[in-house]
């Protein structure tokens, strides 16, 4: 069974620093993986997706990789805003297994 | 706006009490899931269907029902409510999976 895990749970940042989100799983075999945000009361908004033949995506101020042999993906962000707080999930596959989120804070 | 509505926003069920959570999309997808997420928790999924007249169990299917009577209403029933099924419900669809899904903004349900 794929468990995704998401370390670590909440983050807070000075505004414009760089920082990087992790996001873990235990079966390599996967297909893609996906990074979501979530503002508080609101559904999800996809960011970037990998897929499994890919080692990384970029949109604007944000890189994601993925190294399917040590079961890790990262979300890089550049430059911090504090429009940039929400809780950050992964989700692996077309069935979206879901991380429990880092919920992150940029402080003005 | 074109999108994923779901009604009602906020319900407060008793043990015991049935309802039916409502999720509606305009954009002709032929996936629909449902998740839940508990608080500090990842979302689950529950149910999904990949067009009209067919559903699938999810990860957690326990306690719960859905139909597909249409491509675009994909309700998710609740028969006998317990406190554990006091969470936020999410609804999506896509139109090709992994890409382009679209939530609602979610039912927050409380049974006590």
């Known amino acids: 069974k794929q468990e995704v895990t998401q370390i670590p749970a909440a983050l807070s940042v000075p505004e414009g620093e760089n920082l990087v989100l992790n996001c873990s799983f235990t079966d390599s075999a996967i297909y893609n993986l996906q990074w979501f945000r979530q503002d508080p009361g609101k559904g999800l908004t996809s960011l970037l997706l990998i897929q499994s033949s890919q080692r990384e995506q970029t949109s604007g101020r944000l890189n994601a990789s993925l190294d399917k042999s040590s079961g890790r993906s990262t979300l890089y962000i550049a430059a911090s805003q504090p429009g940039d707080s929400a809780t950050y999930l992964c989700a692996v596959n077309n069935d979206m297994r879901f991380g429990a989120g880092t919920r992150l804070t940029v402080k003005p | 706006n074109a999108g994923v509505t779901q009604t009602p926003k906020f319900r407060i069920l008793k043990i015991g009490q049935s309802m039916t959570l409502q999720c509606t999309q305009d954009?002709?997808?032929?996936?629909m899931y449902w998740y839940r997420q508990d608080p500090g928790m990842g979302l689950k999924l529950i149910y999904y269907?990949?067009?009209?007249?067919?559903?699938d169990k999810g990860e957690v299917p326990n306690g719960y029902n859905v139909s597909r009577s249409t491509t675009e209403d994909f309700p998710l029933r609740l028969e006998l409510a317990a406190p554990s099924q006091t969470s936020v419900y999410f609804c999506?669809?896509?139109?090709?999976?992994?890409?382009?899904?679209?939530f609602g903004s979610g039912t927050r349900l409380t049974v006590v």
């Open positions: 954009m002709n997808h032929n996936y």
């Open positions: 999506a669809s896509t139109s090709s999976p992994p890409y382009g899904y679209t």
């Open positions: 269907s990949v067009g009209a007249g067919i559903t």
